[in-house]
Structures are given as C-alpha cells and as structure tokens.
C-alpha cells in the first residue's frame, strides 16, 4: 500500500504565557492511499490537533508531515494553499456554509477560490450532488436545509476538487443520531465506491466503526 499522510516523529507544544504544554508528543502515523481511518480519544487527547497538522492547518513544534511523499516544512505558504485548495478536503463538525448562498453556491466556493471556471465543473457538481442526495435541494440556503443536509453540501463541498484526501473533525457531533448514521454510510460509500483517502476524529465508537483502522490518542500519544 502507498502511504499519502505520513506524521514522522512529531511533536506539538503550545505556549500559555511562561508555561509550555505538550499536546503532542513522539507521534509516528502513517495512513495509506484509500484508507477509513478514525482516530479516536479523550477530549484534550490532542486528536484534532493531529488532524490539523496532517492537514497543513497547523505546524508542528518539531518532527514532520508528508502529504503523497511531499514534506509540508519544505513548501512555502502559496505551495500548501494549493496542496489544501486540490489535494484535501475538509469536514467539519460546524458546517461552515456561506448562509446566503445556495447550496450550488456553497459546494462550488474550492472552485472559485482556485480561480477556476464554474461552467467547466457542471457535471461534476451535478454527480457530487447526486451522491450526497441534494439534487432536489440544489437551490435552497442553508436555513432551508436540516443539519443533516447542511453537513452533506460540506462534504459535497469537500469533494468538488476531487481531493485524494478528506479530513473530518467530528463531522457528526452536532446531529441526531439518525442524520449521523446517514452521514457515516456516506462517508462509508465515498471511501468504498471513489476510493477516497478519509481521516475522522470522532470520539464515537459507533462513528469509528465505519471505518476500517482506527488510531488511538491519549495524552498526546498514539497508543
């Protein structure tokens, strides 16, 4: 298997005032390509920073990230915004939706931001909201939308640049469980069916359980 994230001895300190506070200490995680993987702990285990730093939205105190061979301390700001905008997609637990745009709206914004043509995306927005199940919905604004599917234009969103990579912070931890389950199996699928690489931090082992590798983090350790 060809490993695509890739955390090699990695530590992250923050500082409050004189006091410095290891969140994450000796970390060595490698996920390969088409992998479901949870990682799961504690709250204030240091799972989302984790995810943060795989994903190039945090920087470690020391150690390193590779993304597909490729070590993120080695490309300047513009290179990782690239990296971020077309190689990763992220979910998380807050939707994150535009309240006045459309759901088209919402899902095309990767798109716009990368200073591409929306007209030459048609078909792919047309097959993402296909699989999400919004077809329907394609015109309504977030307040006209459950969270359900509010989260579901998210991952639409996260999907439209056809990322290799998706990272999700508690993507269901602000549903009912039945919108949940539905948000699992649609990750489930994507994994399954698009071979997408899919990292979630979930403090679930019913969220977990969709997934096919789950990593432990207590303390700031992988255990």
Do not use: C, W
Not at 89 to 115: A, S, T
Not at 195 to 222: L, N
């Amino acid at each position: 298997m060809i490993p695509i994230i890739e955390a090699l001895d990695l530590y992250k300190t923050y500082k409050l005032g004189n006091i410095d506070i290891e969140v994450l200490k000796e970390i060595n995680v490698t996920i390969h390509e088409g992998e479901f993987v949870s990682i799961m702990g504690p709250s204030g285990s240091g799972k989302s920073t984790l995810l943060y730093l795989m994903g190039g939205l945090d920087k470690p105190t020391s150690g390193s990230i590779k993304i597909a061979g490729k070590e993120l301390a080695t490309m300047n700001d513009k290179a990782q915004s690239i990296m971020r905008r077309r190689n990763i997609g992220f979910v998380f637990q807050f939707y994150n939706l535009i309240p006045n745009l459309d759901v088209e709206e919402n899902i095309m914004l990767p798109i716009l931001l990368d200073g591409k043509k929306i007209k030459n995306y048609k078909k792919e927005l047309d097959e993402i909201l296909e699989i999400v199940g919004l077809s329907d919905r394609r015109r309504h604004t977030p307040r006209e939308l459950s969270g359900g599917q509010q989260q579901r234009v998210a991952i639409a969103r996260a999907l439209i640049n056809q990322p290799d990579i998706i990272l999700a912070d508690e993507p269901i931890g602000n549903l009912d469980s039945k919108s949940g389950t539905e948000i699992m199996e649609l990750f489930q699928r994507i994994n399954q069916e698009k071979g997408k690489t899919i990292v979630q931090v979930t403090h679930s082992a019913e969220s977990a359980a969709y997934s096919r590798r789950t990593i432990h983090v207590k303390d700031g350790r992988v255990s």
